[in-house]
């Protein structure tokens, strides 16, 4: 076993760990929550399979679900988070880029990594508050859950990205 799989077990169970115990019970004037664990797809390597991606993402949705009580939820919308990963970050990297870039600050830069993690996280947050909601009788809430979540989770990836860039 390579030492990139060992690192990328231990960031998975890590960020598992953090949003199960601590990020679950944070509950921001009723309706933000941050989803750490979307910063799981966020460097996934350019060249790695599609199929790898999506199955590490679902397992990632899959057990935050078993332990949140959010039956599917978080495994659908990592699932499409993965799924479109590969796509968004094209839009970010130049094409003459190499083929085992590795998002972060430092490759992407400051700004276009601010935009791809926005990308992706609003993303995640739309889908994942619109299925658990499964209506938008309340859309004002709906609303303040995917902005508030977004934003709470969008700052708390750039700033942990930072410091691991460091």
Request: hydrophobic letters at 55%; one cysteine or more; charged letters at 10%.
């Amino acid at each position: 076993m390579s030492l990139d799989w060992i690192r990328n077990i231990v960031f998975f169970v890590v960020l598992l760990l953090a949003q199960v115990l601590v990020f679950n019970h944070v509950h921001l004037f009723g309706c933000a929550t941050p989803l750490l664990y979307v910063y799981y797809v966020l460097p996934v390597r350019r060249n790695q399979p599609r199929w790898v991606t999506l199955l590490l993402c679902f397992a990632m949705g899959l057990c935050t679900d078993s332990f949140s009580n959010t039956p599917g939820v978080a495994t659908a919308s990592m699932t499409l988070v993965g799924l479109l990963q590969p796509y968004l970050l094209t839009l970010f990297v130049q094409q003459d880029s190499p083929d085992d870039l590795r998002p972060s600050m430092k490759v992407l830069g400051t700004m276009k990594y601010v935009f791809f993690t926005i990308a992706i996280v609003l993303t995640y947050c739309l889908a994942f508050f619109s299925l658990e909601a499964f209506n938008y009788n309340n859309w004002v809430l709906w609303l303040a859950s995917v902005g508030g979540s977004a934003l709470l989770t969008t700052l708390l990836i750039l700033v942990i990205d930072n410091f691991r860039g460091k």
